[in-house]
């Protein structure tokens, strides 16, 4: 079992940053890649970006990766996502979420961090 816990969230006026932090419990941290989802109100959840055990990351548009970097600390159990320039668009619920390298599937979610983004 894995359980991950999300921080960071908050409210931001845009342009500024945050840095969202998720802490996870459990054995299969360091094999399992991370991911980091968010959900807007109205709207079907969405990847954000991932991050393997090697090291390697990728995200969902170039947009994000150009104001987005997500980030891990296997040594503390924890994945993070920086969140520069942020726009009002961003505004959603974020979660982060486990895929052990068994499944390969992302099978544990944490609870969500509520990121809003004022204009």
């Known amino acids: 079992q894995v359980q991950l816990v999300e921080s960071g969230g908050g409210l931001v006026q845009a342009g500024g940053s945050l840095r969202l932090s998720c802490a996870a419990s459990?054995?299969?941290?360091?094999?399992?890649?991370m991911g980091w989802f968010r959900q807007a109100p109205g709207k079907e959840r969405e990847f954000v970006a991932a991050?393997?055990?090697?090291?390697?990351?990728?995200y969902s548009t170039d947009s994000a990766k150009d104001r987005f970097t997500i980030s891990r600390d296997n040594a503390k159990n924890t994945v993070y996502l920086q969140m520069n320039s942020l726009k009002p668009e961003d505004t959603a619920v974020y979660y982060c979420?486990?895929?052990?390298?068994?499944?390969?599937?992302?099978?544990?979610w944490g609870q969500g961090t509520q990121v809003t983004v004022s204009s």
């Open positions: 991050i393997r055990r090697s090291g390697t990351s990728t």
């Open positions: 979420a486990a895929a052990p390298l068994v499944t390969g599937k992302y099978d544990y």
């Open positions: 459990g054995r299969t941290f360091s094999t399992s890649t």
